[in-house]
C-alpha cells in the first residue's frame, strides 16, 4: 500500500483518517458479527435448557432480539450514518402505527 | 446497446418484457380496464336481478358469486390498478425523472398482479366462485365447499404482492428521484397522495397478507385459526381484514384526491388554492386512516368504550376531508374555469364525494350504526365515495392525461355525453339505495318480497345502471373513434402547470433531455410566466442510462400463477397439486437466482444520438 501514498501532505492527512475509520468499521463489524453469533446460542441455550422458566425465558430472548435488531440496523445497515432519515421515518411511522393497531387488537379480543 | 437492437424484436415481445413507466402505466389501465368491463358486467346482473321483486334471474349460491366477485374486482382489480396505471404514467414525469427507482420490480408487480387476477376470474370456469362476500367473513369463508375460496385467497394474495412491490417502489422513487429544485413542498399533490397511498399500501398490505395466509392455512392445511370449536377465534379475521380494509378505502379515494387537485386547478387557471395545507391534510388523512377500522364492528360487541373512540376518530376524518373540498372550491373561485370533459368530472366529484362523506360520519355514529348496518344504506355510502368519488376521479384523470399517455385527445363532445350519462346514471342507481336500506332491504339478499314494498325503488336504481353502462360504452366509443382517427396533439394541450407538461408528444421514452431544474410549485407555470418557452435545464446534453428489457418478470409470475394452482387443489388433488406447488414456485425461485446472478447494468443512450432524435421531434 505504500506506493499509492502521496506526497501532498494534506491529502495524506484525509486518506489516512478514512484509513481509521475504516478500520473502526471492520472492528465494530468484527465485534457485533461474534456478538451475533453468541447471542444466538445464548437465546438458543435459554429455550433449550430447563433451568429457566418458559416465561422468564420468553422475556430473556425478546431483549435478545431487541439487541440483534440493533446491531442489524445501526452496524449492518449503517442506519447511523448521514442521509440515512427517510429510513428512520419509516421504521418510526411503521413501529408507531403496528403499536397502535396490534395494541388496540390485542386490547379489543382479550 | 443502442435504440436499434428493442427496435428489431417484435412489438409483442416489448410489451411483454418492457420495464419503462409509461408502457407500464398503459398495461396496468388496459387490464384494470378490462376487469372494470368485467366487474360492471357483473353488477348489471345484480341490478338485473334485483329490478323487481321475487326475480329468478340469478338465485342463490350463484348471486353470491357474482356480488362477491363483483366487490373483489372492482377494488382489487379494478380500481386498484387504474390507480397504478396514473401513478406509472405521471408521477416519474410530475417529478422530473427518467423512470421509476426499480423498473424491475415494476413489472414484475405488475405481472404478478395481472396473473393474480386471471387465476381468481379463472375460478368460473373451474367449479364456481368465490361466494363468501369480498370481505371473506370467517366461518363463512372457512366452511364455503368447492376451491371458489381458494382461488380468492391464492389470487388475491399474488396479485397483492405485486401491489405491495409498486406501493415500495413509489416511496423511493418519490424520496429519491426527484429533479433538482423539487423540494418536498413543491411536488404536485397528485405526486403527494400517490406517496402517501404507497405508504399506506407499505403499511396496510402485509396485514392482509397475513390476514390470508392464515384463511389460507385454515383451509388449505387444515388449521384453526377461525375455528371456534378448536381455540380460535373468527373475530380476528374481520380485525385482520379491517385493519387493511380501511386504509385501503384511502389507498383509493387518496390519488382520486389529487387528480382533481390538478384538473382543478388547471382547468381554473389558477394555483390550487392552500397548497400546504391540502398536503397536510392528506397525510393527516393517512395518519387517521389507520385509527378507525373497528367502525366496520361496531355490531360485533366491542362495548360501548371501543365503539366511542373509533367513532370519534371516524369523525375526525371528516375535517382534513373538509380542508380539501373547501380548498377546490376556493381553487375555482374567480377562477377562468373551463368545462372540459376532464373538469365536468371533477366538479361533479365535489357534491358527490360530500354526499357520500355525509353519510359516512352517519355511519360513524355508533349507536345509529346498529340501524344502517348491512342495510343498503351501507351500500349507498360506499358506493357513493367509490363510484362517486374514486371512479369520477379516474374518469377525469383519463380525459385529463390521455394526450400524455397515448398522444392523442380524446373526443370531447362523446366524453360530454359520457359524463352526463355516467353521472345521472351514478345518482339513479345509488341515491335511491340510502332509502332501501333504511326501509330495512339488507345487502348480500338476493330477492324481496313484493309485500315489503321496496320495488319502485330497486327498479329506478336497475335504470340507473343501464345509465352508468351506456356512458360506459360510450366511453369506449371514445377510446376507439379517437384510436382511428384521433388527431395528435402537442405536449402541452391544456395549457399544463405541472412539469409532466414540459416534454413533447410523444414522451421520448428517456422522458426528460436534460433533467429539469425545479423552481417552485407548478414548475411549468413558473417558466411559462417568466417568458420561458421551455424548463431551464439542470444538467447539459449527456449520455443517458436506461435500464434494460426482462421477460423474468413475466416468467416469474408465472411460476407463481402455477404455484397457486397448485395450492388451490392440494386439499383435493393430492400429488398432481404437490407438483404444481413444486414447480411453479421452482420456476419462480430459479428466477429469483436468475435476476441476482446475472448482471445488468442497462444501456447508455448516446448523446449524438439524443441530439438527432431531439431534432426529429422539433421539426
Redesign the interface.
Known amino acids: 500500500m505504500a506506493s499509492n501514498e502521496q506526497p501532498n501532505s494534506v491529502h495524506h492527512h484525509s486518506s489516512l483518517q478514512k484509513k481509521i475509520k475504516l478500520k473502526q468499521e471492520r472492528r465494530q463489524h468484527n465485534v457485533s458479527f461474534v456478538m451475533m453469533i453468541l447471542l444466538t446460542i445464548v437465546a438458543f441455550a435459554a429455550i433449550a435448557s430447563d433451568a429457566i422458566s418458559n416465561s422468564v425465558a420468553i422475556l430473556f430472548i425478546i431483549v435478545l432480539a431487541g439487541v440483534q435488531v440493533f446491531f442489524q440496523l445501526y452496524i449492518w445497515m449503517h442506519l447511523g450514518h448521514k442521509g440515512h432519515e427517510?429510513p428512520m421515518w419509516?421504521i418510526a411511522?411503521?413501529l408507531l402505527?403496528?403499536l397502535?393497531?396490534v395494541g388496540?387488537?390485542v386490547g379489543?379480543?382479550w | 446497446m443502442s435504440n436499434a437492437h428493442a427496435a428489431n424484436k417484435s412489438v409483442l415481445w416489448d410489451w411483454l418484457t418492457t420495464v419503462d413507466h409509461k408502457k407500464i402505466g398503459i398495461l396496468y389501465l388496459v387490464s384494470g380496464g378490462f376487469f372494470f368491463l368485467v366487474g360492471g358486467l357483473e353488477a348489471v346482473l345484480i341490478r338485473i336481478q334485483l329490478m323487481n321483486p321475487e326475480m329468478t334471474f340469478l338465485t342463490g349460491n350463484l348471486y353470491n358469486q357474482v356480488l362477491t366477485m363483483h366487490g373483489t374486482t372492482m377494488i382489487f382489480l379494478a380500481a386498484m390498478p387504474i390507480i397504478f396505471g396514473f401513478m406509472n404514467a405521471v408521477v416519474p414525469l410530475q417529478i422530473g425523472a427518467r423512470d421509476v427507482a426499480f423498473p424491475f420490480v415494476n413489472s414484475l408487480g405488475f405481472w404478478l398482479f395481472f396473473f393474480g387476477g386471471v387465476l381468481l376470474n379463472l375460478s368460473w370456469f373451474l367449479g364456481g366462485a368465490p361466494d363468501a362476500g369480498w370481505t371473506a367473513y370467517a366461518p363463512l369463508s372457512t366452511t364455503s365447499t368447492g376451491h371458489g375460496v381458494d382461488f380468492y385467497v391464492l389470487g388475491l394474495q399474488i396479485a397483492g404482492a405485486g401491489t405491495l412491490m409498486g406501493g415500495i417502489n413509489f416511496?423511493v422513487t418519490i424520496?429519491n428521484m426527484r429533479a433538482p429544485g423539487m423540494t418536498f413542498m413543491r411536488m404536485p399533490l397528485f405526486t403527494w397522495t400517490a406517496f402517501v397511498t404507497s405508504?399506506l399500501i407499505?403499511?396496510a398490505f402485509p396485514?392482509l397478507t397475513i390476514g390470508f395466509f392464515l384463511l389460507m392455512f385454515d383451509r388449505v392445511f387444515e388449521a384453526n385459526f377461525f375455528d371456534a370449536n378448536m381455540g380460535g377465534?373468527a373475530?380476528?379475521w374481520e380485525?385482520i381484514f379491517w385493519?387493511f380494509g380501511h386504509p385501503e378505502v384511502y389507498i383509493l379515494i387518496l390519488p382520486a384526491f389529487g387528480i382533481i387537485s390538478e384538473v382543478v386547478a388547471t382547468f381554473s387557471r389558477k394555483r390550487l388554492f392552500g397548497y400546504s395545507a391540502m398536503v397536510f391534510a392528506t397525510v393527516l388523512i393517512g395518519f387517521l386512516g389507520?385509527?378507525v377500522w373497528?367502525h366496520h364492528m361496531f355490531t360485533v360487541g366491542?362495548g360501548p368504550v371501543?365503539n366511542s373512540i373509533f367513532a370519534v376518530a371516524t369523525m375526525a376524518i371528516a375535517i382534513p376531508t373538509g380542508v380539501k373540498i373547501f380548498n377546490w372550491v376556493f381553487t375555482m373561485w374567480g377562477g377562468k374555469i373551463r368545462f372540459t370533459t376532464a373538469n365536468l368530472f371533477s366538479v361533479g366529484f365535489i357534491p358527490t364525494f360530500v354526499m357520500g362523506g355525509v353519510t359516512g360520519v352517519m355511519l360513524a355514529a355508533a349507536p345509529a350504526d346498529y340501524q344502517y348496518h348491512d342495510s343498503y344504506f351501507v351500500v349507498a355510502h360506499f358506493h357513493y365515495v367509490i363510484v362517486g368519488g374514486l371512479i369520477l376521479g379516474l374518469f377525469s384523470g383519463l380525459y385529463y392525461w390521455y394526450p400524455r399517455m397515448f398522444g392523442l385527445m380524446l373526443n370531447e363532445a362523446l366524453g360530454k355525453w359520457n359524463f352526463w350519462t355516467f353521472f345521472i346514471g351514478f345518482h339513479l342507481t345509488f341515491f335511491p339505495q340510502h332509502f332501501l336500506g333504511l326501509m330495512g332491504m339488507p345487502r348480500r339478499y338476493f330477492t324481496y318480497p313484493e309485500e315489503f314494498g321496496l320495488g319502485s325503488l330497486n327498479f329506478i336504481s336497475t335504470i340507473g345502471a343501464v345509465f352508468m353502462t351506456v356512458g360506459t360504452i360510450i366511453f369506449i366509443i371514445n377510446v376507439v373513434v379517437t384510436h382511428a382517427k384521433g388527431k395528435k396533439v402537442s405536449g402541452d394541450p391544456w395549457d399544463g402547470r405541472t412539469l409532466e407538461w414540459a416534454i413533447p408528444n410523444p414522451t421520448p421514452h428517456y422522458n426528460f433531455l436534460q433533467t429539469p431544474l425545479v423552481r417552485g410549485l407548478d414548475a411549468l407555470w413558473i417558466e411559462k410566466m417568466a417568458g420561458n418557452k421551455k424548463m431551464t435545464p439542470a444538467e447539459p446534453v449527456g449520455d443517458i442510462h436506461m435500464p434494460n428489457n426482462s421477460i423474468l418478470p413475466l416468467i416469474m409470475s408465472l411460476g407463481f400463477f402455477i404455484a397457486g394452482f397448485g395450492f388451490i387443489y392440494y386439499s383435493s388433488a393430492g400429488a398432481p397439486a404437490l407438483i404444481a406447488i413444486i414447480v411453479g414456485l421452482g420456476i419462480g425461485l430459479a428466477c429469483m437466482f436468475l435476476r441476482s446472478w446475472i448482471d445488468d447494468h442497462g444501456h447508455h443512450l448516446h448523446k449524438e444520438d439524443l441530439l438527432k432524435e431531439d431534432k426529429g421531434v422539433d421539426a
Open positions: 427517510f419509516g411511522s411503521g402505527i403496528a397502535i393497531t388496540t387488537l379489543l379480543i | 416511496l424520496i405508504g407499505l403499511f396485514a377465534n373475530i380476528i380485525h385493519i389507520f385509527m373497528a366491542l371501543a
